[in-house]
């Protein structure tokens, strides 16, 4: 019961706090101009996931499991940390990246000391740990916020991944991980409304940096409470793949695959003529399906295990290869019916 009230209250309070964020960063002309990178045509005000954190935060006050343990204290300084960086660079548009990688990483190693204070490892393997945690947190921050370009898409993906997380630790009886994903559920759906279908305000990198950061420390938490690998991270598998397929592509061309871009499998699939709705609702779909064979791994055998990861990674693959499917599918045939002036212009070079 006390989980019901604290996600009923954290919805509201993520409803209210949107709304007032929308008036108050409006008037201070807190705008997402768009750019090279962008999917939408006029500028929208940026930092509404303040509403997100803000009812996150309070479901999980009003929870209160754990939250004073090494997990609650974990996720709030994520969020918090991880946020107000993200705040500053709303406001200011300004924050070298170098700065915000450092600011980042200080963040990161604080949730990860947070999490092993009290370790039982080795001073070496608790290094190690350490080190592929805050790696894992940052990393997954920045691909979050990569992530963040078409209206819906990262609720989508915050309510589809808490949801599962917050099951899986049902099951697990790991409620500190119950409570912080379930809370993430409602501070995303206190805020979608505002995002999707039409998009009357952004997550900024306030909301994205937050929700990164929060879905990052809850796969930590559960992994380091024994949780299966897959389990944990089905949910969050597509914006991983997305966003290394496409920095890994864009190191391939020699391409500053630090710059603004287009060319992740979402946006690729918005240029194709996909309406943001129907690419929010491919992700959304493929996410469930990603979660629910990667829960597999808590109750199958081996070879149910090998499957589902192997429908895991079908999934996956074939989300990646779908725009150059729809191109290809679309693309005019050659005019002699043979073979195409550009191939043969490339044959005879």
Sequence with gaps: MILLIAVAGGVLSGIATTALTIRVLGRRAVLDVPNQRSSHARPTVRGG??????????????AHTDLVGSSGIALVIAGLSFGAIGFADDLTSALPPTIRLALQLVAAGAVVAVLWQHASHGIFLTALIGAVATLWIVSFVNAFNFMDGINGISCAETIVAGVAFGL??????????????????????????????????FLGDVGSY???????????????????????????????????????????????WQQAHRQ???????????????TTG?????????????????????????????????????YLVLPGLIEHRHSPP???????????SGADR
């Design 49 to 62: 996931g303040i509403g997100l954190a803000t009812g996150t935060l309070v479901a999980l006050a009003i």
């Design 168 to 201: 899986i630790a049902r099951h697990e009886h790991q409620l500190a991980l119950q409570a912080g994903a379930l809370a993430l559920v409602a501070g995303s759906i206190g805020f979608a409304p505002f995002n999707f279908p039409t998009a009357r305000v």
């Design 210 to 256: 937050f929700a990164g950061a929060w879905l990052a420390v809850l796969v930590v938490i559960g992994l380091r409470g024994s949780i299966p690998a897959e389990a944990m991270m089905a949910p969050v598998a597509l914006y991983v793949a997305d966003t290394g397929v496409t920095l890994a592509r864009r190191v391939h061309r020699h391409e500053a």
């Design 264 to 278: 992740h499998t979402y946006q690729r699939l918005v240029d194709l003529g996909w309406s943001h709705t129907q």
């Design 282 to 318: 491919l992700v959304f779909a493929l996410v469930t399906l990603c979660s629910v064979l990667g829960s597999v791994s808590l109750f199958g055998s081996v070879t149910g295990r090998i499957a589902a990861d192997c429908g895991v990674g079908a999934l996956i693959t074939g």
């Design 334 to 344: 050659p005019r002699d019916g043979r073979t195409s002036r550009a191939f043969r």
